[in-house]
């Protein structure tokens, strides 16, 4: 971690894994994960950052976590984690309405399916 201000190093914390997936800070708080499934939430503090790791067995992740509706996803190569706030709603925008069809007056003559047959010689 360095300090904003003036990009002096406040903190190194080994992450324990390549990280190819961008961080996500929401709600003061910094979402990593690691591409070996080790998903860190961090918050920052005046010396630098506190926090524990949490492992996701058996997947990797190379994607990063996205923020939608108060619920953080974190998508992996084995599922599409969603995580939310205890005791919370879960909400969505409505659904759009379906596009209305424009009806074909005549199909264009280059559209007509047409059959060629040939004799084998």
């Given amino acids: 971690m360095v ?3 003036d990009g002096r190093l406040v903190q190194k914390l080994k992450l324990r894994g390549p ?8 709600d003061g708080k910094i979402f990593i994960c690691t591409s070996n499934g080790i998903w860190w939430t961090l918050k920052p503090t005046k010396t630098g950052v506190a926090g524990k790791p949490k492992r996701l067995r058996g997947i990797e992740v190379y994607g990063s976590p996205i923020v939608s509706h108060g619920r953080l996803y974190v998508p992996t190569t084995g599922a599409l984690y969603c995580v939310g706030v ?4 879960p909400s969505a925008d409505k659904r759009p309405e379906a596009p209305k069809e424009t009806p074909v007056k005549r199909m264009p ?3 007509t399916p047409r059959l060629y047959l040939s004799r084998a010689s």
């Fill in 3 to 5: 300090e904003a201000a």
């Fill in 19 to 26: 990280v190819r997936a961008s961080p996500l800070y929401v």
């Fill in 86 to 89: 205890k005791g919370t709603k």
């Fill in 109 to 111: 003559r280059w559209l």
